[in-house]
């Protein structure tokens, strides 16, 4: 099997694909019954491993390991043979695991946003320059996953619960629809549907319902309703929000730092913003906020 078939099989089945390449890739799986064969293998290692994306270094060695094996064998399809091999790795990693624990699983995106389905059917869609994070024995054992950035989340219901953990304190989830804004300066939750509790890391807890927004920031958290303040798909949209979390918002869809003295963040507006032109931004800031704000060495500073 090709080089590219065996890439896209896996960001086909590892659920990295957008909706049009999935279509496309569905379509020329149908065009031939030895595609439709060799994807039918691939899926079984998937189902079996939960990955086909085990380091390259190792996966070749363990490959070519078995190969040489069984070298002789000439009916032996190149699929089946790496199927073999997988499974070999597989064991070699599993007892690995039992004395080093399951390794971690990272999702991050560059300048897009993407979307991602867990093992446990849940939905994740990541912002720009997003990161999340999550243990290999995800949806065994638990179901936490660590986040730095922008996501929306709907969670699928389960006796594990789910468990969000963002740079100011863990988010408790059971089955809901969410979205969060997390960076060193600010927390955000913005709940769509269902219920979720907020749990600081000095362990307070703070419940949720549908329409409140969560805003924690140096240790203080404040609990709004109706403030659709994580608009982000087209625009940045922020409703009497700090001005540490507008600037968040840029540094995330700009992939720019800001430096801007503390007392300033804590100033609140009401704004909408470009995702595309940040000169722009930086021009509607300025009129909102009476400042200058100026990209200089890749950082917004007011001049």
């Known amino acids: 099997m090709n080089n590219n078939f065996e890439h896209n099989a896996t960001l086909?089945?590892?659920?990295?694909?957008?909706?049009?390449?999935?279509?496309?890739?569905?379509a020329e799986i149908q065009s031939s019954e030895e595609l439709r064969n060799q994807f039918a293998e691939y899926e079984f290692v998937w189902k079996l491993t939960n990955q086909l994306d085990y380091d390259q270094v190792y996966t070749q060695s363990s490959w070519h390991t078995f190969q040489?094996?069984?070298?002789?064998?000439?009916?032996?399809?190149?699929?089946?043979?790496?199927?073999?091999?997988?499974?070999?790795?597989?064991?070699?990693?599993?007892?690995?695991m039992w004395?080093?624990?399951?390794?971690?699983?990272?999702?991050?995106?560059?300048?897009?946003?993407?979307?991602?389905?867990?093992?446990?059917?849940?939905?994740?869609?990541?912002?720009?320059?997003?990161?999340?994070?999550?243990s290999g024995n995800f949806n065994k054992e638990?179901?936490?996953?660590?986040?730095?950035?922008?996501?929306?989340?709907?969670?699928r219901k389960s006796v594990l619960p789910f468990v969000l953990?963002?740079?100011?304190?863990d988010i408790i989830v059971f089955g809901t629809q969410f979205d969060v804004y997390t960076d060193e300066a600010i927390t955000t939750v913005a709940l769509k549907e269902g219920s979720v509790s907020f749990l600081?890391?000095?362990?307070e807890e703070f419940r949720l319902v549908p329409g409140d927004v969560l805003l924690y920031e140096e240790g203080r958290?404040?609990?709004?309703?109706?403030?659709?303040?994580?608009?982000?798909?087209?625009?940045?949209?922020c409703v009497d929000m700090p001005l540490a979390?507008?600037?968040?918002?840029l540094k995330l869809t700009y992939n720019v730092d800001y430096e801007v003295k503390q007392r300033l963040l804590k100033e609140r507006y009401t704004v909408t913003l470009p995702t595309d032109d940040l000169k722009s931004c930086l021009r509607i800031l300025n009129d909102l906020v009476g400042k200058n704000f100026a990209l200089i060495d890749g950082r917004i500073v007011l001049k």
């Open 99 to 134: 004395f080093l624990g399951s390794a971690d699983v990272t999702f991050t995106t560059n300048d897009k946003i993407e979307q991602r389905l867990l093992a446990d059917e849940s939905k994740v869609k990541l912002y720009r320059n997003s990161h999340l994070e999550w």
């Open 68 to 96: 040489s094996k069984v070298e002789s064998t000439k009916t032996i399809s190149l699929v089946r043979i790496k199927i073999a091999a997988s499974i070999l790795l597989l064991a070699a990693i599993s007892i690995s």
């Open 200 to 203: 600081t890391d000095s362990k």
């Open 142 to 155: 638990n179901r936490t996953v660590s986040l730095r950035g922008q996501a929306s989340f709907d969670i």
């Open 12 to 26: 086909y089945l590892s659920g990295n694909m957008s909706q049009s390449d999935r279509d496309a890739f569905e």
């Open 221 to 237: 958290v404040t609990i709004e309703k109706g403030k659709n303040n994580n608009a982000w798909d087209d625009q940045i949209s």
């Open 245 to 249: 979390y507008i600037l968040g918002q």
């Open 165 to 169: 953990k963002t740079h100011r304190g």
